[in-house]
């Protein structure tokens, strides 16, 4: 009789857990892109309840490192796992999560200093307004958020600071915050064999000045930096740090409330997986209502 009421119990607490809805990755999703001229990939995490509900989420934006693509989280990030586990234990809310590639064509989530290349363009007025309409995502600003690792770091960054009636939190991690100084850009620019011709002095450096956030923050009104949540997060040995210090800095120095974390790790997935549910419970709180 003891050995029955024991097996009843194991399996009251096993089966459950065996059948606990779980949610769902496309990694492999187009829209057709008339700005960038082609067809662009992105993946999307949909929450447990998603196909069961008729209910609108909250979306959050993922962006993806350099060399990566729209599978980098999903592959080497374990998104589905990691975001089912914080659902299921109550840290995050369920959301919808869209990663976008940045990585065919031109690397990077910016328009080019020609504005020939406009994948920011594209994010803003293709993508986001696409994946708005195919799924139930809630088009608010309080329900919309947006993070990312290294380059997609700086993606956070820029984004958020330059649209920040679009995002209720943003969440760089291990963020690219852009070159530090003027001369740097330059060089940099030099070295990659951009065309600069016919572009003055003053037309680089506002380039430089709106893709730097040391910059941004100069420049930008502390109101509208304020309007968004702040969560930065990059590691003691990340080789990105003094950009991600400097930052911090210079909110601290402006005012801006932030989360500022250095926890033990590099420039690695291992560090981004542990930063991931942190992303969930901290964005999860705009959209339950903080």
Not at 100 to 111: Q, V
């Amino acid at each position: 009789m003891c050995r029955r009421l024991l097996l009843s119990l194991f399996l009251l607490v096993l089966v459950p857990a065996a059948f606990a809805q779980s949610g769902k990755v496309f990694d492999n999703l187009t829209l057709e892109s008339t700005i960038l001229k082609g067809e662009r990939k992105y993946a999307v995490y949909l929450p447990p309840d998603y196909e069961t509900s008729e209910r609108s989420y909250p979306v959050l934006y993922l962006l993806h490192g350099g060399g990566d693509d729209q599978t980098g989280w999903v592959q080497f990030g374990e998104v589905l796992n990691i975001t089912d586990k914080a659902i299921r234990e109550g840290v995050a809310t369920p959301m919808i999560i869209v990663m976008p590639d940045a990585n065919t064509g031109r690397r990077g989530y910016f328009n080019d200093i020609r504005n020939e290349w406009r994948y920011e363009d594209f994010f803003f007025e293709e993508l986001m307004p696409h994946v708005e309409k195919t799924y139930r995502i809630k088009g608010q600003k309080r329900y919309r958020a947006v993070a990312g690792l290294s380059m997609g770091g700086g993606g956070t960054f820029m984004y958020a600071m330059r649209r920040p009636d679009l995002f209720s939190s943003a969440a760089p991690l291990s963020a690219s915050t852009g070159v530090m100084d003027l001369a740097a850009f330059k060089s940099r620019l030099e070295q990659q064999q951009v065309d600069l011709s016919g572009l003055s002095d003053a037309q680089i450096e506002a380039y430089f000045r709106r893709h730097n956030t040391l910059s941004l923050i100069e420049d930008l009104p502390a109101d509208s930096i304020k309007s968004v949540r702040w969560y930065i997060d990059c590691g003691d040995d990340d080789f990105l740090y003094e950009g991600n210090a400097l930052t911090h800095i210079a909110l601290r120095k402006k005012e801006v409330p932030h989360e500022y974390r250095v926890r033990q790790g590099g420039h690695t997935w291992t560090y981004w997986r542990e930063s991931l549910p942190e992303v969930l419970r901290f964005v999860s709180q705009a959209f339950h209502q903080y």
